[in-house]
Structures are given as C-alpha cells and as structure tokens.
C-alpha cells in the first residue's frame, strides 16, 4: 500500500535551514507528482509547491520562492524539502502528499523556529 | 490565485444526523475540488475527489456534488468517527488552494 513516511519533530534557531524527508513506498515515485503542504493554526493550509521526481521538475507557489527548495532522490524514493532564513512564521506542520488528486499524505512534521 | 471558501467554519450536530458542507471558488474549476478528513494528530484522508468521486476504502455515508462554482460534501448519518475537521481543495491550477475547514462537533 500506498506510505509516505516523514521526518521527525525539528526545533531550529531562527536564520537556520531545515531539510524535511518524505520516504515514499507503494507506488512508481518517479511517476508521481509529490507535493509540499503547510499546515499552522489559524492559516489553514497552503501549498507550497510540488516536484516530479522523473525529472526532477518543480513548481512552487510564489508565496514560497526563495523559502522552500525542492528536490527528489529517485534511488531512495525519497523526497525533499529545505526552508531556508527561517522565522517563528515557518513553525507548523509541514506535509507531503501524492498525485494531482493528493491522493495520499505523510504523517506531517513540526518545525519549530526558535531561539 | 483561485479563492476558496468553505463555510460553516464550525458545525455542531447529533448522531444520525445529515450534515453539509460547502466550499465556494472564485472561478470555476470545473470539478477539480476534493474533500479531505483529517483528525488531530493525523494526516488528512482523501474523502472525495473531482468532486463527485468516491474514494475507494471510503464510507458511502459520504458523497459530493456540485453545481458552478459552489460544492457540497454531504454525511448521511453522521457516526462517532466521522468528527474530524473537514477542508475542500481545488487543484484546478496553482498556486492550489484549500478551504478554512469546518470542525465538525457532536452536539
């Protein structure tokens, strides 16, 4: 069956990176688009942008230039994203998910920006 | 960007009871809305997608319609496990967007 398997819990100083990891099983990863989701409370969520690890092309939300990158390692089926210049607005919970319907998602990992 | 919003934002109801909620978009997506279930702690289940579509595993006590730009995820009856928050996404065209949600509460 279809898993994505996320990441554990980061706590990271502001002006920090963070690289989270979503291990994908289940399913053909390089046929897939895989996206990146933010959850926080009272934000809602919002998409960040998604990769298509067959070729490795990305799109992201404009909102996210900058902050979020990217990228795909096809021999481990796994996914990737950096946020980088982190601010106590980047704590939340970070998802990854599959396919143009987001068919399936990770468990989620929490980011927590603080000194 | 395509707007969503869903409304109520809240819902209180009793067992057995109909439920309904409804995301609205700024422009139409034809049916390119899905309806998710997600529980705290837990990632979001996808409940119905293009709208209308059952998704397999799923409970038929849920089912979705639309009409133009206005979409509706219905509970038949509702059931303990089916409070959770609900939230609606449109995956029409990027940046995709998600409704606010609805928590869904026993009355």
């Known amino acids: 069956q279809v898993q994505l398997q996320q990441s554990g819990t980061e706590l990271v100083k502001p002006a920090s990176s963070v690289k989270i990891s979503c291990k994908a099983s289940?399913?053909?990863?390089?046929?897939?688009?895989m996206h990146w989701i933010r959850q926080q409370p009272g934000n809602g969520l919002e998409w960040i942008g998604w990769i298509y690890p067959g070729n490795g092309n990305t799109k992201y939300n404009q909102k996210f230039d900058g902050k979020a990158t990217l990228t795909a390692d096809k021999s481990s089926s796994t996914a990737y994203m950096q946020l980088s210049s982190l601010t106590s607005e980047d704590s939340a919970v970070y998802f990854c998910?599959?396919?143009?319907?987001?068919?399936?998602w990770g468990q989620g990992t929490l980011v927590t920006v603080s000194s | 960007d395509i707007q969503v919003t869903q409304s109520p934002s809240s819902l209180l109801a009793s067992l057995g009871e109909r439920v309904t909620i409804t995301c609205q978009t700024s422009q139409s997506i034809s049916n390119n809305l899905n309806w998710y279930q997600q529980k705290p702690g837990q990632a979001p289940m996808l409940l119905i997608y293009y709208a209308t579509s059952l998704q397999t595993g799923m409970t038929s006590r849920f089912s979705g319609q639309y009409s133009g730009r206005s979409f509706t995820l219905t509970i038949t009856s509702l059931e303990p496990e089916d409070i959770a928050n609900y939230f609606c996404?449109?995956?029409?065209?990027?940046?995709?967007?998600f409704g606010a949600g609805t928590k869904l509460e026993l009355k």
């Open positions: 998910a599959i396919g143009v319907e987001f068919a399936y």
């Open positions: 996404l449109q995956h029409y065209s990027a940046p995709y967007t």
């Open positions: 289940g399913y053909t990863f390089t046929s897939n688009y």
